[in-house]
Structure formats: C-alpha cells, structure tokens
C-alpha cells in the first residue's frame, strides 16, 4: 500500500515538473518576442535609392554572391504600359553592389513571361530569390489568358483599367499562380517548368500570389502566400495568407489548413526564421501601414509586441520626413543571422504622375 501511495505521489510531483516546465517553456517564448524593427530602421540617402528612367522599379531580394558583391533580384514594368502592367509585363532584372543599401547597377533582365502555350504567358512578377544548399531558386507569380487570345486592344485595356470581377483583368487576377525558376550560377541559366508549383486550396481560394521561403530550423522548407478569402462575394475581394511546407524548395507543397491572416486586409509578406530568438517573423503592408506577426511554429500566429513597424513614409539622413502614396513588397535581408537592409517598393504620385523606386534602409543591429 506505501509503494502505491509513493508511486502516486511520485507520479503528481512528475506531471506538476513537467507542467512548470512547459509553462516556463511558454513564457520563454513569449519574452523572446522583442524584435522592435522600427527602432532598427535608419535614415537613407540617395545611395538607398533604385530608379530606372524606362522602368517602375518595384520589389527586390538581395543576396550575397561568391563574388564579395551583392545581388539584387528585383521586379521592373514598361513605364510605357503603365504602372499596372505588373499583371502583363512584369520582368525581374539583376543589378550589383558592393553594399546591400546600394548604389545598384543593373546588369541583367533575368526572366520574362513564356508567351502562348505556357502557364506563365504573361508577366514575372512578385519574385523572391533564395539561395538553398548551393543552387537558386527565384520564385515568382503569372498568369495568363486560358484558352482567350487576346487581341493588342484587349492587352492595352488589362494594362490600363482598373480590376472589376467580370472584365478582362479579372480574368487575368484569377489566372495568378506560384512558379520557381532553378539555377546552379547567380548569373543563370535558369530552369522554368511546365506547372506552377500548386493551385489553389482552402483555405485560400480563387488564385496565389506574394510568396516568400524560408528555411525551417527542424528541416525542410515554409512557405507564405497570399490569396483569397474564399467566403466573399464574387465581386469583393478579401486578401488572406497561408502556409505550405515542403522538404525540398521545389516541393511538393503541403497545404496548411490554418490561416497566417484571415478577416483582414494584408498582403506581401515577408517570412524569416529569428535563430536567436526561436521565432519566426512576416513583416507585411495593409494598405495604410507595415505590420508584424510571429510565431514559433510557422503554423499559429499572433501579433508581435511591436506589432506596427511603419506608416506610409521614411526618414532621410537630410532630416527630412517623406510621404509616400504607396509603400509596399517589404523584404528582410540576412546577414550572418542579423537583419540588415528592409527593402521596399515606394510609389510616389505627385501631380498625377506615378513614379516608383526600390528602396533600402539599413537597419541598426540589437
């Protein structure tokens, strides 16, 4: 009877140890949430700034070469089709620097659309680019037109009118899928395929866009995307995000059920894994200001503590304040495990006219 009595309160002390710990465990997690990215964000000089005369300079990844130099993978438009022919005409170009916040020189149009017979007819757009276990993979979003010929009025009007659910651009919005180009060399060739790397599925719906890797401590690989929310009416649109898990960057990608952002407005995310902090982070825009989630799984996320990072504006090392009419396609670049350079998409509208320029501003180091 004593051994009995023994064993059951050693068996109480064990589960209480256990749950101390793991409370513990919990609360370690949640202190570990301090990343204030905007404290880390600087002023920025002209050097920071990427235009192109002929081009919308838009979003970028940077990554380190063999060379010592620096490579910028960013998304360009004809200045000649209009801002929104990112749907149609959207390439990714390659520029150089010896720094990560530039000056940039372009050397190289990297990918354009296929053309007719291919999934990825119209438009690169959207591209983030990785280096995994010594190859690249530049992932980017497409579209195309089905069985539809478009005749030269019908592109002009994609390019040009805005989105309504039963016109041309509508069709072309839905066309959107998540494709990867492969490459051994920094400089190419690289290597299309036939399909996108998944379609749509709950719990997104309609079409995939905004994608963004990274590598997952235990193994493997995560992805984020943005698509629809799928209980909306046919003629609103609600943008959510998901995750997908693979082992390998070309796949397969797993589908998660769980939603990252759902009820709520929000798009290019930007994921990265914080191995100091035993977090991951997914900066992205709202169409007002930046904001922050984290999680510690890459499957349930939450607000982080400094959840706001931006409003729609920057700081120049002139002291000056300058307000932007967008502010978008954030991107993180790592450095030896430390974020260094927030990278963005800054369109400006001043008399009328649209401009845009890639931006990068450093980030102090904690």
Same mark, same amino acid.
């Given at each position: 009877?004593?051994?009995?009595?023994?064993? %059951?309160? /050693? !068996? &109480?002390?064990?589960?209480?140890?256990?749950?101390?710990?793991?409370?513990?465990?919990?609360?370690?997690?949640?202190?570990?949430?301090?990343?204030?990215?905007?404290?880390?964000?600087?002023?920025?000089?002209?050097?920071?700034?990427? %235009? *192109?005369? =002929?081009?919308?300079?838009?979003?970028?990844? &940077?990554?380190?070469?063999?060379?010592?130099?620096?490579?910028?993978?960013? *998304?360009?438009?004809?200045?000649?089709?209009?801002?929104?022919?990112?749907?149609?005409?959207?390439?990714?170009? %390659?520029?150089?620097?010896?720094?990560?916040?530039?000056?940039?020189?372009?050397?190289?149009?990297?990918?354009?659309?296929? +053309?007719?017979?291919?999934? =990825?007819?119209?438009?690169?757009?959207?591209?983030?680019?990785?280096?995994?276990?010594?190859?690249?993979?530049?992932?980017?979003?497409?579209?195309?037109?089905?069985?539809?010929?478009?005749?030269?009025?019908?592109?002009?009007?994609?390019?040009?009118?805005?989105?309504?659910?039963?016109?041309?651009? +509508?069709?072309?919005?839905?066309?959107?899928?998540?494709?990867?180009?492969?490459?051994?060399?920094?400089?190419?060739?690289?290597?299309?395929?036939?399909?996108?790397?998944?379609?749509?599925?709950?719990?997104? #719906? !309609?079409?995939?866009?905004?994608?963004?890797?990274?590598?997952?401590?235990?193994?493997?690989?995560?992805? &984020?995307?943005?698509? =629809?929310?799928?209980? /909306?009416?046919? =003629?609103?649109?609600?943008?959510?995000?998901?995750?997908?898990?693979?082992?390998?960057?070309?796949?397969?990608?797993?589908?998660? #059920?769980?939603?990252?952002?759902?009820?709520?407005? #929000?798009?290019?995310?930007?994921?990265?894994?914080?191995? *100091?902090?035993?977090?991951?982070?997914?900066?992205?825009?709202?169409?007002?200001?930046?904001?922050?989630?984290?999680?510690?799984? +890459?499957?349930?996320?939450? %607000? #982080?503590?400094?959840?706001?990072?931006?409003?729609?504006?920057?700081?120049?090392?002139?002291?000056?304040?300058?307000?932007?009419?967008?502010?978008?396609?954030?991107?993180?670049? &790592?450095?030896? +495990?430390?974020?260094?350079?927030?990278?963005?998409?800054?369109?400006?509208?001043?008399?009328?006219?649209?401009?845009?320029?890639?931006?990068?501003?450093?980030?102090?180091?904690?």
């Amino acid at each position: 009877m004593m051994n009995r009595k023994l064993i %059951r309160s /050693q !068996n &109480i002390f064990l589960c209480f140890t256990i749950t101390l710990f793991l409370l513990s465990l919990s609360v370690k997690a949640q202190d570990s949430d301090d990343y204030n990215l905007t404290n880390a964000l600087q002023e920025v000089s002209e050097e920071n700034i990427f %235009r *192109d005369k =002929d081009y919308f300079n838009w979003g970028s990844t &940077i990554i380190k070469g063999e060379d010592g130099k620096y490579h910028l993978f960013y *998304d360009q438009m004809p200045k000649k089709h209009s801002f929104y022919s990112w749907l149609t005409d959207g390439i990714v170009s %390659r520029a150089v620097s010896d720094s990560p916040t530039g000056p940039w020189t372009k050397v190289q149009e990297v990918l354009k659309a296929r +053309g007719h017979g291919f999934w =990825d007819q119209y438009t690169v757009h959207c591209t983030k680019t990785y280096k995994f276990n010594g190859k690249y993979y530049l992932y980017y979003m497409s579209t195309n037109s089905g069985n539809l010929d478009l005749t030269p009025e019908q592109l002009e009007e994609i390019r040009r009118q805005p989105w309504k659910h039963d016109n041309l651009r +509508g069709m072309m919005r839905l066309n959107q899928r998540i494709g990867v180009a492969v490459a051994d060399n920094i400089e190419g060739p690289w290597k299309r395929f036939d399909s996108p790397l998944f379609e749509p599925q709950l719990p997104i #719906a !309609n079409q995939s866009n905004n994608v963004t890797v990274t590598k997952r401590p235990e193994g493997g690989y995560l992805m &984020i995307i943005r698509g =629809d929310q799928p209980d /909306q009416a046919f =003629d609103k649109i609600v943008r959510m995000q998901a995750v997908l898990l693979a082992d390998n960057p070309l796949g397969p990608w797993k589908m998660q #059920a769980k939603p990252v952002v759902i009820n709520y407005n #929000a798009e290019d995310p930007e994921v990265w894994y914080d191995a *100091d902090r035993k977090r991951y982070y997914n900066l992205y825009h709202a169409f007002g200001y930046m904001g922050m989630i984290t999680s510690t799984d +890459g499957l349930n996320w939450e %607000r #982080a503590k400094h959840y706001k990072v931006a409003d729609k504006e920057y700081k120049t090392t002139g002291g000056k304040t300058v307000p932007v009419h967008r502010f978008e396609r954030m991107g993180i670049y &790592i450095e030896n +495990g430390k974020p260094l350079v927030m990278t963005a998409g800054v369109l400006t509208k001043e008399g009328g006219v649209i401009d845009t320029y890639s931006l990068f501003i450093p980030l102090k180091q904690d």
